[in-house]
Each structure stands twice: as structure tokens, then as C-alpha cells.
């Protein structure tokens, strides 16, 4: 039973690495990809120049404004509104349903008089206590963008985290144009991840999953901007030269 065991930790381990090697090759060829469409449409620098995020991790963005590369975005925008939940008990666990909802609402009506800057804390604090599950357990697909509601009900990877913050801040009445969500490679790991931007003051602070505390973008040393993404365009993000 022991060597039975050990067998299937050693398997489940080995699927993890394929999983996270797939994912790394997905994001490596949506890169190469998306240079190639900004490539053959480019557009002026000047344009993002004097955004806040102009120089997000010290690297350029280029405009883009074809939004539709990014069908997954656009469910997750779609669904959110258009979603219908049943009625239930906040004891309920099968289920997300409008007393969940209104948990998550009663936590953003809590918070929604705080100066700013501990919203943001709060708002961070509040999706990072989530379970960390991959889109391959929670969906049976490799890379899948939940809406908030899904990822309060069953946990999610990065860029769910992301969504569910985005959507909080929206909601306490924070211009969405402020926030960003960015995909980066993560350098020390070698990793793709996601995390969400929003400026603020002079600042543009990240918003990650795997930091307990928000801090400025120019602190981060780790993260390579690959895009970023708006409710409107995307933006890639290529080495100043």
C-alpha cells in the first residue's frame, strides 16, 4: 500500500509538471502570437506614453484595440452580468447561490467608506483567504477564466483571483480604466502568472495571490510584463530600448 501510494503521489506529481510545462508553452506561443498581430499592426507608442502604466515593471506598452483576441475576457465580462443565481442557505457548499452573493456584497458594503488605499488591503485579504485550485480540477480544462461568482464557490488559479478583485474594486466605484489585469512571467519561477494593477496617487500597485501585502509595480523586480488587459483594449508590453 505504501509503494502503491508513493506510485501515485510520484504520477500525480509528474501530471502537475505536464500541466505546468503546457501552460508555460501556451503562454510562450500567445506571446508569439500577439507580437506578431501588434507586428503587423502596429500602433504609436506616444499613445500609452502618459498612461500610468506606461512603464509597468520598467517595460513599454503598445496599444492595441482588437479586444476580441481575448474571447475568454469577454465571457467573463458577458457572464458576469448576465448570470442568474438560485436562491439558498449561506450554508449551502454544493453551491454558489444569493445568499453567497450577498456575503460577498455585505464584505464590499463593510469596507466601502475605508480611505482607499486599505480597500485595496481589504479587497487583496478578502481573495487571497480562496483555495488555490487549477483550472484542470475545478474544470477539466487546462486553462479556464472563471467569473466571480464561480471563484467564490471553488477557488481558482491567478488570473481568477484577478478577476474577482477587478470586479470588487468595480464595485465600490473604482474606474476601471485604473485597473489592469496583467499577465507576467515570473522570472524567479519560470512561471507564467497574473496579477491585477491599479493605479492610484502616483502609484501603480499590484494586487497577487501570492503576496499577503500590496505593493508599488517598481518595487517588483521579478515579474516580465508580457499584456495587460482592460474592459475596452489590451496592451503589449515589450523591453525598453
Known sequence: ??????????????VRIRLNLMRIMSTFAACLWLCSAALANPQPLSAGSASPFGGLFGYQQVPQHDISVFPQWLDVLEQHITSNLVEGSCAATDHFNRCHLEEWHG????????????????????????????????????????????????GGDCEDYVIVKLFSLRWLGWDVQSMRLVVVQDTNLRLPHAVLAVATGNDVYILDNQASIIVPERTIVHYAPVYSISDRQWWLHLPTT
Do not use: C, S
Not at 6 to 11: K, S
Not at 122 to 138: G, S, T
Open 1 to 14: 500500500m505504501l509503494i502503491l501510494g508513493t506510485t501515485q503521489l510520484i504520477l500525480h506529481g509528474l
Open 107 to 154: 464584505f464590499l458594503r463593510g469596507i466601502r467608506d475605508l480611505p482607499r488605499q486599505a480597500q485595496l488591503d481589504a479587497v487583496n485579504r478578502f481573495a487571497n483567504e480562496k483555495n488555490y485550485v487549477l483550472d484542470i480540477d475545478n474544470y477539466g480544462r487546462e486553462d479556464y477564466w472563471a467569473i466571480p461568482e464561480l471563484f467564490l464557490e471553488n
